[in-house]
């Protein structure tokens, strides 16, 4: 063969490897390893640090675990018990001492919140909140006063939103409803270059602050019940303007993810849900490249919605509902993309699964498999032992903890949206404020 003929068969070859091949029904996942955490860890992992992470946190009302990628406990800290219904308090982590290391941001639904060092669990602070939080607490942060280190954002019960600053006082509460804000987004929503604080509450509005806690704006979304979501911000269409979505837990067939400007709150579009959803919103991405919104919900259901607001697919899966947000990565290195989501339990005949792989193109199911007593938990996907090829983590609400694998290889274009803490907008830093607003 001349040498031009092989260059040229060496060419085609590497492009045709490079192509999506018609997807498949995916085998049985390997085993990578497993471990018993013990207390009831009612979340989704996080991994950490947030750049090239080597660990996972795993964290519920009053308790901080840390994993590293072999499946060993690092450690495990108990925050003290807490009371009432929801014990759910999912884990963050951020830099609130602006040493360049990240922290973890833990707590209790009574009302209090802590930082703990991530290397041993120490706790560096804790603050006391006048009251309760909202039963499904997810604190989120960022720079809000401009002097280097990440303020920490939480909602109660009673319509108050908290920013808690690095020493963990408090540096300012705002309250524009009163009742059941849910956990708070935090992104520069109306590209000003300030990071802005989402959030929807039981009152059917969708609410955005600036960072010292004034009101941006406020979407009246009747008769949605915003309260229970987790706002999603994302530029679904590209055009560098932020969409801010929610998720309604009251019943709106039909409609019930909102899809609202992020600059002034106007609704945009809504999408389909059919029964009532809660933290089931995730990004993914389809075969042509083009961003799309997953609404889950707790009849299984799975929507995929266009950045116009067209459904591309739909799906309904055994157990009851999907309750938090699904990933998408290319698990199996076929060079298509896939959706993994987990469901609430079984069916309640004690059959079915309890997690699916979908095509994340056209939303055929690959595979189904059966997580024992996997409860609320979401999964998250990323080569967390460093081997080179790719887990999916999976937390039953025992804390038994499993690492799967299909075989995928970690590259930098198998995963699109990994894990429920990646960010999907830009937060960036405020400028140096003072005279923060007075609790």
Same mark, same amino acid.
């Given at each position: ?11 085609? /070859?590497?492009?045709? #490897?490079?192509?999506?091949? $018609? ?12 471990? *018993? ?5 009612? *979340? ?27 499946? %060993? ?8 018990? *807490?009371?009432?219904?929801? #014990? ?7 830099? !609130?001492?602006?040493?360049?290391? $990240?922290?973890?941001?833990?707590? =209790? ?15 560096? &602070? ?27 954002? !939480?909602?109660?019960?009673?319509? &108050?939103?908290? /920013? ?7 540096? &300012?509460?705002?309250? #524009? $409803? ?7 987004? +935090? ?9 802005? +604080? ?12 600036? /960072?010292?806690?004034?009101? *941006? @704006? ?19 269409? %590209? ?29 945009? &579009? ?5 029964? %009532? ?35 591309? @697919? ?5 157990? =009851? ?21 987990? !469901? ?24 189904? @498999?059966?997580?024992? %007593? ?18 999916? +983590?999976?937390?039953?609400? $025992? ?15 198998? +995963?699109?949206?990994?894990?429920? =803490? ?6 960036? !830093? ?10």
């Amino acid at each position: 063969m001349r040498f031009s003929n092989l260059l040229w068969f060496l060419i085609f /070859a590497a492009l045709w #490897m490079t192509l999506p091949r $018609e997807s498949v029904a995916l085998g049985d996942p390997s085993i990578v390893w497993t471990l *018993e955490l013990g207390p009831q860890f009612a *979340e989704c992992p996080v991994p950490y640090p947030s750049e090239s992470p080597n660990s996972l946190i795993f964290a519920t009302g009053g308790h901080v675990a840390r994993v590293d990628g072999s499946g %060993k406990i690092l450690f495990q800290v108990d925050l003290g018990p *807490e009371e009432g219904r929801g #014990m759910m308090f999912w884990p963050s982590i951020a830099d !609130v001492d602006g040493d360049g290391m $990240e922290e973890i941001i833990a707590g =209790r639904n009574d009302g209090f919140v802590y930082a703990l060092n991530a290397d041993d669990g120490d706790i560096l &602070w804790e603050c006391q909140l006048p009251e309760r939080l909202t039963n499904y607490e997810w604190a989120d942060s960022a720079d809000l006063d401009g002097d280097g280190r990440a303020e920490v954002v !939480v909602t109660t019960m009673y319509g &108050w939103v908290y /920013a808690i600053d690095d020493d963990g006082t408090i540096l &300012w509460g705002s309250k #524009m $409803e009163d009742y059941r804000p849910s956990a708070p987004t +935090i992104a520069d929503i109306d590209s000003d270059g300030e990071p802005e +604080i989402v959030y929807g509450t039981a009152t059917r509005y969708m609410i955005a602050l600036n /960072a010292q806690g004034d009101l *941006e @704006w406020a979407s009246f979304q009747p008769p949605h019940h915003l309260g229970r979501t987790v706002p999603l911000v994302a530029d679904l269409d %590209k055009d560098g303007q932020a969409e801010v979505f929610g998720m309604s837990s009251m019943l709106s067939p039909g409609k019930g993810l909102v899809c609202l400007n992020g600059s002034d709150g106007d609704l945009l &579009w809504y999408g389909l849900t059919i029964g %009532k959803a809660y933290s089931g919103r995730a990004l993914t991405r389809f075969a042509d490249g083009s961003l799309g919104v997953l609404s889950c919900d707790k009849g299984g259901n799975i929507h995929a919605h266009q950045s116009d607001g067209a459904l591309r @697919w739909h799906n309904r899966l055994s157990g =009851r509902g999907v309750h938090n947000p699904p990933v998408t990565a290319d698990i199996d290195g076929d060079g298509n993309l896939e959706v993994v989501a987990t !469901v609430r339990d079984t069916s309640t005949d004690g059959e079915g699964y309890n997690w699916y792989v979908l095509n994340a193109d056209t939303g055929e199911i690959l595979g189904a @498999w059966n997580h024992p %007593k996997l409860g609320f938990m979401g999964p998250a996907v990323l080569d967390i032992d460093r081997d080179g090829d790719l887990e999916v +983590i999976l937390c039953s609400k $025992e804390g038994t903890v499993t690492a799967y694998s299909f075989g995928g290889p970690a590259i930098p274009e198998s +995963i699109a949206f990994g894990h429920v =803490r990646q960010r999907t907008f830009p937060v960036r !830093v405020a400028a140096p404020h003072e005279d923060p607003k007075p609790t």
